[in-house]
């Protein structure tokens, strides 16, 4: 394992958070990229049902994970400030999934504002304290989901074996 001995742990804590605003803008860069590869169905082939499925398949993420990938690319598309935060590095992927549920163009601001100041554990239990609040179902977001393509792959019909 790398060791970092010439780095005071002050240092080292700074390395860490420099690092992980790379990382947020490198996925922001990725997030970007996957909502014009969404927008022009570039990933249609046999046997491919969506992007998340496509992306699940590319990249070794979880069908769930893949999923939440992609809805997250295209919401963006109507979330600026979320998106120039996230480009910057100054929120996590895990911050703009939990914004991106909740947010509208009316009140981006505040909710960039709120997640600058919030881990991306305690944005979830927020946003799920304004979905109950706002009377939003689980069943609700599944058929939302349906409705903009990011429902689960169905399953492949197993083959029958040649004999």
């Known amino acids: 394992m790398k060791t970092f001995p010439h780095l005071s742990d002050e240092q080292l804590a700074d390395e860490i958070v420099t690092w992980a605003g790379r990382l947020a803008a490198g996925e922001a860069e990725q997030s970007a990229l996957l909502a014009d590869f969404d927008r022009r169905e570039a990933w249609a082939g046999p046997g491919l049902l969506s992007c998340a499925h496509w992306l699940a398949w590319r990249t070794g993420l979880s069908p769930g994970a893949a999923r939440e990938r992609v809805r997250v690319a295209r919401a963006l598309g109507d979330l600026p400030h979320v998106e120039q935060a996230y480009s910057a590095g100054r929120l996590s992927f895990s911050q703009v999934r939990a914004v991106t549920r909740v947010a509208s163009s009316a009140d981006e601001h505040t909710w960039v504002d709120v997640a600058r100041h919030a881990t991306g554990g305690q944005l979830e239990r927020l946003v799920r304290g304004c979905a109950a ?11 939302k989901r349906r409705r903009t393509g990011c429902a689960r792959p169905r399953r492949m019909p197993k083959m029958a074996a040649s004999s």
């Not at 609040?133 to 058929?143: K, N, Y």
Request: glycine share 10%.
């Open 133 to 143: 609040r706002d009377g939003t179902s689980r069943t609700r977001r599944i058929r």
